[in-house]
């Protein structure tokens, strides 16, 4: 006999819950992708270590604060390339290829940066940097946008920018631990970002899967396709599809009841 008392109503709901716990922590693993971690580590480095440990440099080996402003300046301006790498992308499908770039480029400028204590390269290291920083970040949206569906778009595009955030509280995390050592903290910063492309190489998407606009405009016509149009008779259908298919409904239910009471008249 089985048992239906409270205990077992008890275990029921328990195991409901837990289930939906399982779930819950299951969902996010659909919209996460093995790069997004790449992107973590740019957080980390481009919004977290370089603000910090950059103007410590600076002030450190130069002792002028007014040099401070003009390479941070040139980081800012490299930040504003952006639709330059946006329209590359797009003409030339070298989002692969800017990815990675803009990682190698900045991994540059990094280990550069200790080795030329002059406001001239600083600033052009600096503008690389940002250059590099742009490129990855306007990809790695477009990654996004072109190669899923739209419904997959926002809970994508908010992890991707998740895990960015994340990796800019690090990042400040570390800056505070190399602020005494500016030039390790600039070389361990450089070495970071080679796992980063390791995790591109891993998982980005390639041009094979790429969603193109057609594939998009297909779903949205299978999906508003009002399918009752195969209840209507074959000799008919031309007078049915003369109409736009936001009518298409209406016509076959006035047709349908046209056809139900012509036998009524034709007795009477």
């Known amino acids: 006999m089985a048992n239906t008392g409270p205990n077992s109503t008890d275990r029921h709901s328990l195991h409901q819950r837990i289930q939906r716990l399982r779930d819950t922590l299951r969902e996010p693993r659909r919209w996460i992708s093995p ?15 370089l603000p910090i440990l950059l103007p410590l440099m600076i002030v450190g080996l130069t002792h002028r604060l007014s040099w401070v402003a003009y390479v941070m ?41 200790p080795f030329l204590p002059e406001i001239l390269p600083w600033t052009a ?29 926002e809970p994508r595009i908010g992890w991707l920018q998740t895990f960015n955030g994340g990796g800019q ?7 505070g631990i190399f602020g005494s050592d500016f030039r390790v903290g600039l070389y361990c910063s450089a ?8 995790l591109g190489a891993r998982g980005l998407p390639v041009a094979a899967k790429r969603h193109t606009r057609m594939t998009e405009i297909g779903t949205r016509m299978r999906h508003d396709m009002d399918w009752r149009l195969l209840c209507i008779p074959a000799h008919d259908a031309g007078t049915v599809f003369q109409f736009p298919l936001g ?5 076959s239910r006035k047709f349908r009841h046209a056809k139900s009471v012509q036998p009524h008249s034709k007795r009477s």
């Open 169 to 175: 509280v690090a990042g400040l995390l570390l800056a």
């Open 125 to 153: 290291l600096s503008f690389l940097a940002g250059a590099g920083t742009t490129a990855v970040a306007t990809v790695a949206t477009l990654f996004v946008v072109e190669f899923n569906p739209q419904d997959e778009w």
């Open 35 to 49: 790069w997004f971690a790449a992107y973590a580590l740019l957080g980390a480095i481009s919004s977290g270590v």
């Open 73 to 113: 300046g040139g980081y800012n301006l490299g930040l504003l390339t952006s639709p330059l790498w946006g329209s590359i992308a797009d003409q030339r499908h070298a989002h692969r290829a800017l990815f990675f770039g803009g990682f190698l480029v900045l991994m540059g400028a990094l280990a550069a940066m």
């Open 247 to 251: 009518d298409v409904s209406r016509k």
């Open 191 to 198: 070495a970071a970002l080679l796992p980063a492309l390791w």
